[in-house]
Protein backbone atom coordinates (compact mmCIF):
# COMPACT_ATOMS: atom_id res chain seq x y z
CA UNK A 1 0.00 0.00 0.00
CA UNK A 2 0.92 3.43 -1.24
CA UNK A 3 0.66 6.34 1.54
CA UNK A 4 0.46 9.63 -0.24
CA UNK A 5 1.25 12.83 1.80
CA UNK A 6 -0.63 15.93 1.52
CA UNK A 7 0.87 19.47 2.69
CA UNK A 8 -1.21 22.29 1.87
CA UNK A 9 -1.68 25.87 3.75
CA UNK A 10 -5.31 26.09 3.05
CA UNK A 11 -7.86 23.65 4.75
CA UNK A 12 -9.96 23.73 1.72
CA UNK A 13 -6.85 22.52 -0.84
CA UNK A 14 -6.21 19.68 1.77
CA UNK A 15 -9.31 18.16 1.28
CA UNK A 16 -9.58 18.73 -2.22
CA UNK A 17 -6.65 16.38 -2.39
CA UNK A 18 -8.20 13.80 -0.36
CA UNK A 19 -11.25 13.44 -2.89
CA UNK A 20 -8.91 13.73 -5.83
CA UNK A 21 -6.59 11.04 -4.30
CA UNK A 22 -9.60 9.05 -3.56
CA UNK A 23 -10.63 9.09 -7.33
CA UNK A 24 -6.75 8.24 -8.13
CA UNK A 25 -7.48 5.18 -6.34
CA UNK A 26 -5.09 5.83 -3.01
CA UNK A 27 -5.78 4.01 -0.30
CA UNK A 28 -3.95 5.86 2.36
CA UNK A 29 -3.24 9.83 2.93
CA UNK A 30 -1.43 11.55 5.11
CA UNK A 31 -2.27 14.71 5.99
CA UNK A 32 0.51 16.96 7.29
CA UNK A 33 -1.58 19.16 9.22
CA UNK A 34 2.11 21.52 10.12
CA UNK A 35 1.73 22.59 6.50
CA UNK A 36 -1.61 24.37 7.21
CA UNK A 37 -1.27 28.51 7.65
CA UNK A 38 -4.03 28.48 10.11
CA UNK A 39 -4.89 26.33 13.11
CA UNK A 40 -5.88 22.75 11.92
CA UNK A 41 -9.59 22.60 11.96
CA UNK A 42 -9.24 18.34 12.57
CA UNK A 43 -13.22 18.05 12.56
CA UNK A 44 -13.11 19.65 9.39
CA UNK A 45 -10.81 17.62 7.86
CA UNK A 46 -11.34 14.46 9.13
CA UNK A 47 -15.51 14.62 8.67
CA UNK A 48 -16.21 12.99 5.28
CA UNK A 49 -12.65 11.83 4.49
CA UNK A 50 -13.28 9.13 1.58
CA UNK A 51 -9.77 7.07 2.34
CA UNK A 52 -8.17 6.26 6.22
CA UNK A 53 -6.33 8.38 7.34
CA UNK A 54 -2.88 9.05 9.36
CA UNK A 55 -2.51 12.89 10.95
CA UNK A 56 0.79 14.53 11.18
CA UNK A 57 2.12 17.13 12.60
CA UNK A 58 6.09 18.03 12.38
CA UNK A 59 8.49 20.08 14.86
CA UNK A 60 11.03 22.22 12.96
CA UNK A 61 13.76 20.02 14.48
CA UNK A 62 11.93 16.89 12.51
CA UNK A 63 12.08 18.74 9.32
CA UNK A 64 9.03 19.95 9.60
CA UNK A 65 6.99 23.49 9.63
CA UNK A 66 4.95 23.39 12.56
CA UNK A 67 4.81 27.32 14.46
CA UNK A 68 3.06 26.80 17.11
CA UNK A 69 4.35 25.77 21.12
CA UNK A 70 4.73 21.72 21.80
CA UNK A 71 1.66 21.67 24.09
CA UNK A 72 -0.40 22.74 20.89
CA UNK A 73 0.84 20.13 18.93
CA UNK A 74 0.63 17.12 21.13
CA UNK A 75 -3.24 18.53 22.11
CA UNK A 76 -3.87 18.17 18.07
CA UNK A 77 -2.58 15.01 17.96
CA UNK A 78 -4.70 13.85 21.16
CA UNK A 79 -7.75 15.45 18.85
CA UNK A 80 -6.73 13.75 16.18
CA UNK A 81 -7.23 10.30 18.72
CA UNK A 82 -10.54 11.42 19.67
CA UNK A 83 -11.76 12.72 15.95
CA UNK A 84 -11.09 8.85 15.00
CA UNK A 85 -8.27 9.17 12.77
CA UNK A 86 -7.15 5.75 11.52
CA UNK A 87 -3.70 6.40 12.32
CA UNK A 88 -1.70 9.57 14.07
CA UNK A 89 1.93 9.72 13.42
CA UNK A 90 3.86 9.67 16.90
CA UNK A 91 7.83 10.43 17.42
CA UNK A 92 9.03 8.36 20.36
CA UNK A 93 8.93 11.74 22.74
CA UNK A 94 5.43 12.58 21.77
CA UNK A 95 4.31 8.66 22.32
CA UNK A 96 5.45 8.71 26.24
CA UNK A 97 3.32 11.48 26.57
CA UNK A 98 -0.28 10.17 24.40
CA UNK A 99 -1.95 7.38 25.58
CA UNK A 100 -3.78 4.74 23.26
CA UNK A 101 -7.13 6.01 22.78
CA UNK A 102 -9.61 4.32 21.06
CA UNK A 103 -8.96 2.10 17.43
CA UNK A 104 -6.57 4.81 16.63
CA UNK A 105 -3.36 3.06 15.71
CA UNK A 106 -0.33 4.29 16.69
CA UNK A 107 2.57 4.77 14.41
CA UNK A 108 5.81 5.57 15.83
CA UNK A 109 8.23 7.39 14.11
CA UNK A 110 12.08 8.40 13.99
CA UNK A 111 13.32 10.73 11.29
CA UNK A 112 17.37 11.19 10.58
CA UNK A 113 18.09 13.83 8.14
CA UNK A 114 21.65 13.17 8.12
CA UNK A 115 22.57 9.74 7.84
CA UNK A 116 21.64 5.72 8.55
CA UNK A 117 23.16 5.54 11.90
CA UNK A 118 24.57 2.17 12.92
CA UNK A 119 22.05 1.44 15.74
CA UNK A 120 18.85 1.39 13.86
CA UNK A 121 17.91 -1.88 15.28
CA UNK A 122 18.40 -0.51 19.26
CA UNK A 123 16.44 2.72 17.76
CA UNK A 124 13.82 0.11 16.80
CA UNK A 125 13.30 -1.76 20.11
CA UNK A 126 13.08 1.56 21.74
CA UNK A 127 10.35 2.74 19.12
CA UNK A 128 7.89 -0.89 19.41
CA UNK A 129 8.50 -0.35 23.19
CA UNK A 130 6.43 2.92 23.05
CA UNK A 131 3.11 1.04 22.42
CA UNK A 132 3.46 1.39 18.86
CA UNK A 133 0.93 -0.68 16.48
CA UNK A 134 3.73 0.35 13.75
CA UNK A 135 6.78 1.63 13.88
CA UNK A 136 8.23 4.03 11.08
CA UNK A 137 12.11 4.59 11.00
CA UNK A 138 12.86 6.72 7.87
CA UNK A 139 16.74 7.37 7.74
CA UNK A 140 19.11 9.05 4.48
CA UNK A 141 21.47 7.01 2.65
CA UNK A 142 24.92 8.43 2.30
CA UNK A 143 25.97 4.36 0.61
CA UNK A 144 24.03 2.02 -1.31
CA UNK A 145 24.68 -0.49 1.96
CA UNK A 146 21.96 2.03 3.85
CA UNK A 147 19.82 0.31 1.87
CA UNK A 148 20.48 -3.08 2.11
CA UNK A 149 20.79 -2.80 5.89
CA UNK A 150 16.94 -0.74 6.52
CA UNK A 151 15.21 -3.78 4.54
CA UNK A 152 16.93 -6.47 6.25
CA UNK A 153 15.93 -4.62 9.48
CA UNK A 154 11.60 -4.32 7.75
CA UNK A 155 12.18 -8.27 7.30
CA UNK A 156 13.05 -9.35 10.36
CA UNK A 157 10.65 -6.92 12.81
CA UNK A 158 8.14 -8.83 14.82
CA UNK A 159 5.64 -5.93 14.20
CA UNK A 160 4.74 -3.97 11.33
CA UNK A 161 7.82 -1.81 10.12
CA UNK A 162 7.80 1.13 7.85
CA UNK A 163 11.51 1.44 6.69
CA UNK A 164 12.88 3.08 4.51
CA UNK A 165 16.28 5.62 3.43
CA UNK A 166 15.83 9.30 1.97
CA UNK A 167 17.69 10.60 -0.61
CA UNK A 168 18.39 9.63 -4.36
CA UNK A 169 20.39 6.97 -2.85
CA UNK A 170 17.25 5.87 -0.87
CA UNK A 171 14.88 5.29 -4.13
CA UNK A 172 15.39 1.56 -3.69
CA UNK A 173 14.33 0.76 -0.43
CA UNK A 174 11.21 3.08 -0.92
CA UNK A 175 10.27 0.88 -3.67
CA UNK A 176 11.39 -2.35 -2.78
CA UNK A 177 10.63 -1.88 1.33
CA UNK A 178 6.71 -3.70 0.80
CA UNK A 179 8.48 -6.87 -0.84
CA UNK A 180 10.23 -7.07 2.76
CA UNK A 181 7.01 -6.82 4.72
CA UNK A 182 6.81 -2.77 4.93
CA UNK A 183 2.77 -2.39 5.62
CA UNK A 184 2.87 0.82 3.59
CA UNK A 185 5.81 3.31 1.50
CA UNK A 186 5.22 7.12 1.35
CA UNK A 187 4.92 8.94 -2.08
CA UNK A 188 4.07 12.96 -2.65
CA UNK A 189 0.77 14.12 -4.88
CA UNK A 190 2.62 15.55 -7.33
CA UNK A 191 6.47 15.44 -8.50
CA UNK A 192 6.16 19.15 -7.70
CA UNK A 193 5.34 19.15 -4.02
CA UNK A 194 7.54 16.17 -2.53
CA UNK A 195 7.47 16.37 1.58
CA UNK A 196 10.94 14.57 2.25
CA UNK A 197 14.23 14.05 0.27
CA UNK A 198 13.73 11.55 -2.53
CA UNK A 199 9.90 11.23 -2.25
CA UNK A 200 8.50 10.09 -5.60
CA UNK A 201 5.18 10.80 -6.61
CA UNK A 202 2.06 8.24 -6.41
CA UNK A 203 1.75 8.14 -10.22
CA UNK A 204 5.10 7.25 -10.65
CA UNK A 205 5.26 4.96 -7.78
CA UNK A 206 2.11 2.85 -9.16
CA UNK A 207 2.28 2.90 -12.83
CA UNK A 208 6.51 3.38 -13.00
CA UNK A 209 7.62 1.25 -10.47
CA UNK A 210 4.95 -1.02 -9.60
CA UNK A 211 4.84 -1.04 -6.21
CA UNK A 212 1.66 -2.42 -5.29
CA UNK A 213 2.83 -5.92 -7.59
CA UNK A 214 6.14 -6.19 -6.41
CA UNK A 215 6.06 -9.70 -4.04
CA UNK A 216 8.98 -11.57 -3.06
CA UNK A 217 8.64 -13.14 -6.95
CA UNK A 218 9.06 -10.26 -8.70
CA UNK A 219 11.96 -10.17 -10.76
CA UNK A 220 14.64 -7.26 -10.31
CA UNK A 221 16.62 -5.33 -12.82
CA UNK A 222 18.63 -1.51 -12.27
CA UNK A 223 20.85 0.81 -13.95
CA UNK A 224 24.05 1.84 -11.80
CA UNK A 225 25.47 5.19 -12.23
CA UNK A 226 25.87 8.76 -10.99
CA UNK A 227 24.45 10.62 -11.66
CA UNK A 228 21.43 8.41 -12.54
CA UNK A 229 19.23 10.85 -12.10
CA UNK A 230 18.22 12.12 -15.65
CA UNK A 231 18.50 8.33 -17.46
CA UNK A 232 15.59 7.51 -19.46
CA UNK A 233 16.18 3.64 -18.99
CA UNK A 234 13.86 2.94 -16.03
CA UNK A 235 11.13 4.20 -18.39
CA UNK A 236 12.10 2.30 -21.26
CA UNK A 237 12.94 -1.12 -19.54
CA UNK A 238 9.87 -0.74 -17.39
CA UNK A 239 7.93 -0.42 -20.60
CA UNK A 240 8.86 -3.58 -21.84
CA UNK A 241 8.57 -4.81 -18.72
CA UNK A 242 4.83 -3.99 -18.87
CA UNK A 243 4.10 -4.81 -22.45
CA UNK A 244 5.81 -8.26 -22.19
CA UNK A 245 3.87 -8.94 -18.57
CA UNK A 246 6.65 -10.12 -17.25
CA UNK A 247 6.57 -10.07 -13.57
CA UNK A 248 9.46 -7.53 -12.98
CA UNK A 249 10.52 -3.90 -12.27
CA UNK A 250 13.70 -1.74 -13.49
CA UNK A 251 14.89 0.97 -11.17
CA UNK A 252 17.45 3.59 -10.86
CA UNK A 253 20.24 2.61 -8.67
CA UNK A 254 23.04 6.17 -7.74
CA UNK A 255 25.98 4.27 -7.12
CA UNK A 256 28.72 7.25 -6.15
CA UNK A 257 32.18 6.67 -7.74
CA UNK A 258 34.31 4.32 -6.17
CA UNK A 259 31.30 2.27 -4.09
CA UNK A 260 30.73 0.26 -6.86
CA UNK A 261 31.86 -3.33 -5.91
CA UNK A 262 30.12 -3.16 -2.74
CA UNK A 263 27.40 -1.65 -4.15
CA UNK A 264 27.15 -4.39 -6.47
CA UNK A 265 27.98 -7.43 -3.93
CA UNK A 266 24.86 -5.35 -1.66
CA UNK A 267 22.79 -5.50 -4.46
CA UNK A 268 23.14 -9.27 -5.52
CA UNK A 269 22.41 -10.29 -1.99
CA UNK A 270 19.01 -8.41 -2.76
CA UNK A 271 18.03 -10.82 -5.59
CA UNK A 272 18.52 -8.81 -8.72
CA UNK A 273 19.18 -10.65 -11.56
CA UNK A 274 20.74 -8.00 -14.29
CA UNK A 275 22.11 -4.36 -13.60
CA UNK A 276 22.65 -1.86 -16.77
CA UNK A 277 26.07 -0.17 -16.04
CA UNK A 278 26.98 3.49 -17.22
CA UNK A 279 29.22 6.08 -16.13
CA UNK A 280 31.73 5.88 -14.16
CA UNK A 281 31.42 2.55 -13.69
CA UNK A 282 31.67 0.55 -16.80
CA UNK A 283 35.44 -0.54 -16.67
CA UNK A 284 34.84 -1.57 -13.09
CA UNK A 285 32.05 -3.69 -13.86
CA UNK A 286 34.31 -6.09 -15.75
CA UNK A 287 35.71 -6.95 -12.49
CA UNK A 288 32.40 -7.75 -10.94
CA UNK A 289 31.60 -10.84 -13.52
CA UNK A 290 32.94 -13.83 -13.28
CA UNK A 291 32.88 -14.29 -16.82
CA UNK A 292 33.08 -12.15 -19.99
CA UNK A 293 31.93 -11.99 -23.26
CA UNK A 294 34.64 -11.60 -26.29
CA UNK A 295 33.53 -7.80 -26.79
CA UNK A 296 33.93 -7.17 -23.28
CA UNK A 297 37.40 -8.57 -22.92
CA UNK A 298 38.01 -6.74 -25.83
CA UNK A 299 36.64 -3.57 -25.19
CA UNK A 300 37.63 -3.67 -21.16
CA UNK A 301 34.56 -2.17 -20.43
CA UNK A 302 31.18 -3.68 -19.85
CA UNK A 303 27.62 -1.90 -19.82
CA UNK A 304 25.58 -4.70 -18.77
CA UNK A 305 25.62 -7.41 -15.99
CA UNK A 306 23.07 -10.55 -15.94
CA UNK A 307 22.90 -13.86 -14.44
CA UNK A 308 23.33 -16.93 -15.85
CA UNK A 309 22.57 -19.67 -13.27
CA UNK A 310 24.64 -19.11 -10.49
CA UNK A 311 27.29 -16.88 -12.47
CA UNK A 312 27.11 -13.06 -13.45
CA UNK A 313 28.45 -12.16 -16.71
CA UNK A 314 29.27 -8.49 -18.04
CA UNK A 315 28.25 -7.99 -21.59
CA UNK A 316 29.05 -4.88 -23.36
CA UNK A 317 25.77 -3.87 -25.35
CA UNK A 318 27.38 -0.39 -26.66
CA UNK A 319 29.44 -2.10 -29.02
CA UNK A 320 27.07 -3.30 -31.53
CA UNK A 321 24.55 -0.79 -30.91
CA UNK A 322 27.18 1.81 -31.69
CA UNK A 323 28.57 0.41 -34.88
CA UNK A 324 25.10 -1.03 -36.21
CA UNK A 325 24.00 2.50 -35.78
CA UNK A 326 26.35 4.11 -37.62
CA UNK A 327 27.15 1.64 -40.40
CA UNK A 328 23.36 1.73 -40.87
CA UNK A 329 22.85 5.27 -41.32
CA UNK A 330 26.03 5.51 -43.98
CA UNK A 331 24.22 2.75 -46.08
CA UNK A 332 20.69 4.79 -46.26
CA UNK A 333 22.56 6.41 -49.03
CA UNK A 334 24.81 3.57 -50.15
CA UNK A 335 23.70 0.12 -49.62
CA UNK A 336 27.89 -0.69 -50.14
CA UNK A 337 29.01 2.08 -47.81
CA UNK A 338 31.71 1.01 -45.14
CA UNK A 339 33.90 2.65 -42.47
CA UNK A 340 36.84 0.81 -43.39
CA UNK A 341 39.74 3.28 -44.04
CA UNK A 342 38.11 6.45 -43.08
CA UNK A 343 39.57 8.57 -40.57
CA UNK A 344 37.87 8.74 -37.48
CA UNK A 345 38.44 10.90 -34.00
CA UNK A 346 36.25 10.02 -30.55
CA UNK A 347 35.89 13.08 -28.47
CA UNK A 348 36.03 11.16 -25.29
CA UNK A 349 37.96 8.73 -23.02
CA UNK A 350 35.17 7.09 -21.08
CA UNK A 351 33.17 3.43 -21.56
CA UNK A 352 31.44 4.36 -24.28
CA UNK A 353 34.29 5.73 -26.08
CA UNK A 354 35.82 2.55 -25.64
CA UNK A 355 33.60 0.52 -27.19
CA UNK A 356 32.82 2.77 -30.01
CA UNK A 357 37.05 2.84 -31.28
CA UNK A 358 37.15 -0.64 -30.65
CA UNK A 359 33.76 -1.24 -33.27
CA UNK A 360 35.70 1.29 -35.52
CA UNK A 361 38.86 -0.40 -35.60
CA UNK A 362 37.63 -3.86 -35.91
CA UNK A 363 35.97 -2.31 -38.82
CA UNK A 364 39.03 -0.69 -40.49
CA UNK A 365 38.73 2.60 -39.65
CA UNK A 366 41.90 4.81 -38.63
CA UNK A 367 40.91 5.94 -35.35
CA UNK A 368 42.57 9.28 -33.33
CA UNK A 369 41.13 9.44 -29.79
CA UNK A 370 40.81 13.14 -27.46
CA UNK A 371 39.95 13.40 -24.39
CA UNK A 372 39.81 16.75 -22.08
CA UNK A 373 41.60 14.34 -19.32
CA UNK A 374 44.90 14.12 -21.60
CA UNK A 375 46.73 11.02 -18.81
CA UNK A 376 42.97 8.89 -19.16
CA UNK A 377 42.89 9.21 -22.97
CA UNK A 378 46.57 8.34 -22.94
CA UNK A 379 45.85 5.67 -21.34
CA UNK A 380 42.60 4.42 -23.79
CA UNK A 381 44.79 5.48 -26.89
CA UNK A 382 47.54 2.53 -25.77
CA UNK A 383 45.20 -0.01 -24.63
CA UNK A 384 43.18 -0.39 -27.48
CA UNK A 385 46.56 0.72 -30.04
CA UNK A 386 45.13 3.56 -31.83
CA UNK A 387 46.62 7.38 -32.14
CA UNK A 388 46.21 10.32 -29.67
CA UNK A 389 45.64 14.05 -30.15
CA UNK A 390 45.41 16.93 -27.63
CA UNK A 391 41.86 18.11 -26.42
CA UNK A 392 43.50 21.41 -27.88
CA UNK A 393 44.54 20.16 -30.84
CA UNK A 394 41.57 18.04 -31.60
CA UNK A 395 40.21 19.98 -34.73
CA UNK A 396 43.62 20.69 -36.48
CA UNK A 397 43.12 17.80 -39.05
CA UNK A 398 40.15 16.39 -40.80
CA UNK A 399 37.86 13.93 -40.07
CA UNK A 400 35.41 12.01 -42.38
CA UNK A 401 33.94 10.54 -38.90
CA UNK A 402 33.58 12.39 -35.58
CA UNK A 403 32.23 10.84 -32.74
CA UNK A 404 31.19 12.42 -29.40
CA UNK A 405 31.49 10.64 -26.69
CA UNK A 406 31.66 13.20 -23.82
CA UNK A 407 28.45 14.17 -22.10
CA UNK A 408 29.27 17.92 -23.29
CA UNK A 409 25.93 19.39 -25.12
CA UNK A 410 23.78 16.93 -23.11
CA UNK A 411 20.06 18.04 -20.92
CA UNK A 412 20.38 21.01 -19.27
CA UNK A 413 23.56 22.70 -20.88
CA UNK A 414 22.15 22.10 -24.42
CA UNK A 415 24.04 24.95 -26.01
CA UNK A 416 27.35 23.33 -25.54
CA UNK A 417 29.34 21.93 -27.78
CA UNK A 418 31.92 19.56 -27.90
CA UNK A 419 33.84 20.52 -31.12
CA UNK A 420 34.27 23.49 -33.51
CA UNK A 421 31.66 23.72 -36.25
CA UNK A 422 33.99 24.92 -38.73
CA UNK A 423 35.91 21.64 -38.19
CA UNK A 424 34.20 19.30 -39.50
CA UNK A 425 34.71 17.72 -42.71
CA UNK A 426 31.98 18.41 -45.73
CA UNK A 427 30.17 15.11 -46.58
CA UNK A 428 31.30 13.47 -43.53
CA UNK A 429 29.80 11.79 -40.47
CA UNK A 430 28.82 13.07 -37.23
CA UNK A 431 27.97 10.74 -34.65
CA UNK A 432 27.00 11.94 -30.91
CA UNK A 433 26.07 9.41 -28.31
CA UNK A 434 24.07 11.85 -26.36
CA UNK A 435 20.00 11.00 -26.15
CA UNK A 436 18.56 14.25 -24.67
CA UNK A 437 18.33 15.91 -26.47
CA UNK A 438 18.27 13.94 -29.27
CA UNK A 439 19.19 16.88 -31.85
CA UNK A 440 22.26 18.26 -29.86
CA UNK A 441 24.10 21.67 -30.95
CA UNK A 442 26.61 19.02 -32.22
CA UNK A 443 24.32 17.51 -34.68
CA UNK A 444 22.78 20.80 -35.91
CA UNK A 445 26.28 21.82 -36.35
CA UNK A 446 27.42 19.37 -38.06
CA UNK A 447 24.15 18.87 -40.29
CA UNK A 448 25.14 22.72 -41.20
CA UNK A 449 28.33 21.45 -43.35
CA UNK A 450 26.57 18.67 -44.84
CA UNK A 451 27.45 15.98 -42.70
CA UNK A 452 25.49 12.79 -42.18
CA UNK A 453 24.12 12.71 -38.83
CA UNK A 454 23.66 10.25 -36.45
CA UNK A 455 21.55 10.69 -33.00
CA UNK A 456 22.41 8.84 -29.64
CA UNK A 457 18.66 7.50 -29.61
CA UNK A 458 19.69 5.02 -32.11
CA UNK A 459 22.77 3.69 -30.40
CA UNK A 460 20.42 3.81 -27.22
CA UNK A 461 17.32 1.84 -27.80
CA UNK A 462 19.75 -0.37 -29.58
CA UNK A 463 21.80 -1.20 -26.74
CA UNK A 464 18.76 -1.08 -24.73
CA UNK A 465 16.69 -3.59 -26.82
CA UNK A 466 19.73 -5.73 -26.28
CA UNK A 467 20.05 -5.75 -22.56
CA UNK A 468 16.43 -6.70 -22.52
CA UNK A 469 17.15 -9.80 -24.27
CA UNK A 470 19.92 -10.54 -22.02
CA UNK A 471 17.87 -9.83 -19.16
CA UNK A 472 14.67 -11.60 -20.07
CA UNK A 473 15.47 -13.77 -22.98
CA UNK A 474 12.73 -11.91 -24.84
CA UNK A 475 13.21 -9.79 -27.92
CA UNK A 476 12.45 -6.03 -28.17
CA UNK A 477 10.72 -3.71 -30.89
CA UNK A 478 12.93 -1.11 -31.91
CA UNK A 479 10.32 0.62 -33.54
CA UNK A 480 8.37 1.01 -30.37
CA UNK A 481 11.80 1.54 -28.03
CA UNK A 482 12.08 4.76 -30.54
CA UNK A 483 8.50 5.72 -29.76
CA UNK A 484 8.71 5.59 -26.28
CA UNK A 485 11.77 7.31 -25.93
CA UNK A 486 11.29 10.27 -28.24
CA UNK A 487 8.01 10.43 -26.22
CA UNK A 488 9.75 10.60 -22.79
CA UNK A 489 12.13 12.97 -23.84
CA UNK A 490 9.18 15.39 -25.00
CA UNK A 491 7.73 14.76 -21.83
CA UNK A 492 10.29 15.99 -20.23
CA UNK A 493 10.62 19.15 -21.87
CA UNK A 494 7.46 19.91 -21.14
CA UNK A 495 7.15 22.41 -17.94
CA UNK A 496 5.75 20.53 -14.81
Same mark, same amino acid.
Not at 43 to 70: F, H, I, M, N, Y
Not at 112 to 119: C, G, K, L, Q, V
Not at 155 to 181: H, K
Not at 408 to 436: L, R
Given at each position: ????SIGRTRHE???????????????????????????????????????????????????????????????????????????????? %? $????????????????????? !??? %? +??? !??????? %??? $?????????????? %??????????????????????????????????????????? *?????????????????????????????TQLFGVMG?????????????????????????????????????????????????????????????????????????????????????????????????????????? !????????????????????????? /????????????????????????? /?????????????????????? +????????? +?????????????????????????? +????????????????????????????? *? !????????????????????????????
Amino acid at each position: MICVSIGRTRHEMMIAEQHALFERRAKLLELRIDWLKKSPDLPRLLKDRPVPTVVTCRRPADQGRWAGSEEQRLGLLRQAIIEGAEYVDLEE %D $AAKRIPRHGDTQRIVSYHDFS !ETP %D +NID !EIHRRLA %DCD $ADVVKIVTTALHPS %DNVRMLNLVRRASIPTVGFCMGELGLLSRVLCGRYGAPFTYAS *FSQDRVMAPGQVSFDQMQHEYFYERITAKTQLFGVMGDPIGHSKSPRLHNQLLRDSRLDAVYLPLLVPKGSFASAFADYATLGFDGFSVTIPHKEEAVRAAARADDDVMQIGASNTLYRDGSQWVAANTDYTAALSSLVDAIR !ETDPDATVSGKRAIILGSGGVARAV /AVGLIRSGALVTITGRTRPKAEKLA /AEIGCHIVSWENRSSETYEVVV +NCTPVGMHP +NVDETPFPDNAFSEHGVAFDTIYTPE +NTLFLKQARSRGCLTVSGLEMFVRQAAAQ *F !ELFTGLPASLPLLRRDLRREISAARLPS
